[in-house]
């Protein structure tokens, strides 16, 4: 086993928790969460804006025991953004064993150590309706460097399919991609009518699937812990 060191802390905005993959090519799997605090980005709809501050530091040691104790094979590591706690984000990847893990990152940071260690990774692209922007060399070097490894998820409104498409022209269709249809600002027969216009638009390319958030329909009217 990695030697840990006492020193090593991780600033996270709520409790490890065991819940299910809500999002992309894993939804629905039993998976525990590590929310990491900080985010370099600010998303118009963003649905965890609470985990863009600081939160508490808890040592690699006391979230390695956390894993332990929760029990699921599955390790998502989300945010905020993971990247910007690099170091201690590396090192509790190397002290956890006989587990699978899965970063989620928003594309604008390069970590090769980081990416060469997890078993999966989520970039979730981000579209104009957002706000912000991914790092287009960044995408392109995930897909040239890790196509095994990678998932791409994007998150649009209506407004943001010509981006989508122009997009994923220069992705490769080996790609798993997973559009999300931003139905947090909608309802009803609206969110349906979002959806067919998605489905329509990309009914053609391989490898695409059309999902809502998995969690957010099972646990509605909860915000953390999901």
């Known amino acids: 086993m990695s030697r840990i060191s006492r020193q090593s802390k991780i600033s996270i905005v709520e409790d490890p928790f065991l819940s299910i993959e809500g999002e992309g ?33 808890y040592s690699v040691t006391d ?61 979730d692209i981000k579209t104009p309706s957002s706000g912000m922007k991914s790092n287009s060399t960044i995408i392109n070097n995930l897909v040239r460097n890790y196509p095994k490894k990678l998932q791409l998820k994007i998150v649009v409104m209506p ?39 998605i489905i329509n638009n990309f009914k053609e390319r391989k490898n695409i699937r059309v999902l809502p958030q998995l969690h957010k329909i099972l646990w509605p009217n909860i915000d953390r812990g999901i």
Request: hydrophobic share 40%.
């Open 159 to 197: 407004e943001d399919l010509r981006f989508t498409r122009s997009l994923l022209d220069k992705i490769s269709t080996d790609i798993p991609v997973t559009i999300q249809p931003e139905f947090n600002s909608y309802s009803g027969s609206i969110t349906v009518d979002l959806f067919m216009l």
């Open 63 to 123: 979230l390695v025991n956390k894993l332990d104790m929760l029990g699921c094979i599955n390790i998502g590591l989300t945010g905020g953004e993971p990247l910007l706690q690099p170091n201690g984000v590396l090192e509790l990847l190397k002290s956890i064993h006989n587990k699978i893990t899965y970063l989620n990152t928003n594309g604008t940071i390069w970590n090769k150590r980081i990416f060469d260690k997890v078993n999966w990774i989520n970039c």
């Open 25 to 57: 090519i894993h939804i629905g799997k039993p998976m525990t969460f590590i929310r990491l605090a900080r985010c370099n980005l600010r998303c118009v709809w963003c649905d965890t804006k609470y985990s863009w501050e600081e939160g508490q530091n």
